[in-house]
């Protein structure tokens, strides 16, 4: 059930270019990790590293371990997760009815993710179990070999070429990965890395951000896995932008994506005129949005976080009209749907 996702014309420009999105978020546990979750273990198999019946420990801040939750029940192995408060309840909840140990960090009222606490936690526990294996997704090379099939896929169903690739960034196996693979086939593939406003990864302040699963707090080591010869753009995302585009995804397009997918999203619409006509964009949904129904699509939540926006929901919807508006304008008289 693993990979052979959809890909969805979101939307076209007058000069012919047009958005596509790579729904990995129709994968198992509604999230493109569970992708490079399934080749870490896989690949821990053939090295030796993972003994029948071990321990698989993880820091997560969700995705990755639904993921390994899932593989882990499936081949035998126990999993332990290190999770803080920043991660999504139902995240958290499910990966807990999948069978995974839930070891909690971190100050439960804090803004920011306890990356760099559940990192030590997990090589401590690690360190103390014999029977135990620590992937470390940063810098663990299955995470980015996770995502062949990915490009393999997109080589598929776009024979004539991926343009340009937007995904967000955070451990960067999804970008990099997908991007080393994509010109190794021959694509041309120029990228946009998208991480929230307040990461560490392509350098400048770090501050809080509620978007989950993409990005790095201050004082976290970024992991080899960012390959920043593979990512030509590098661009912050603020959680309204991020947020805003995934609620007008949601009711006027009837696609439930997470927060992370938003922004990329968000950029791929401020962008695609910028590119030559013809010029195809290929934005990967890398997780589902019914996750995220108590926080980005709760408007209580939301007000509560000073994160919501009406205005920016307008300027969303705007990006969308002008689009289609550009139909007209190339051909005069003639109405795009």
Known sequence: MIGNTPLLQLCTTGTGS??????????PTG???????LEMVLGAERSGELQPGGRIIEPTSGNTGLGL????SQRGYRFTAVVDHHAAKDKLDCMAALGAELVFVGNKDSNRPST????????????EDPSAWWPDQHNNPHNPAGYAGLAHELGDQLPEGVDVLVA?????????????????????AETIGVEPEGSII??????SYKQSGAGAPAGFKVGCNVRHDLIDHAIKVDDVKAFATARVLARNYGLMVGGTAGAAVYEGLRHLQ?????????VIVCDAGEKYLDTIFNDTWLQTNELHS???ERQVLGMFDAYRDSHSIARPGVVAA
């Open 274 to 282: 910028d590119y030559p006509p013809h010029t195809t964009m290929v």
């Open 310 to 312: 009406e205005l920016v």
């Open 18 to 27: 047009r958005l596509l999105l790579k729904m990995d978020s129709f994968n």
């Open 69 to 72: 939750a899932i593989v882990a």
């Open 202 to 207: 392509f350098g400048g302040p770090a501050g």
């Open 116 to 127: 760099v606490l559940r990192r030590a936690t997990a090589r401590r526990i690690a360190d």
């Open 168 to 188: 967000a960034v955070g451990t960067g196996g999804t970008l990099c990965g997908t991007t080393n693979r994509l010109r190794e086939m021959g694509h041309t």
């Open 31 to 37: 999230s493109v990790k569970v992708r490079m979750a």
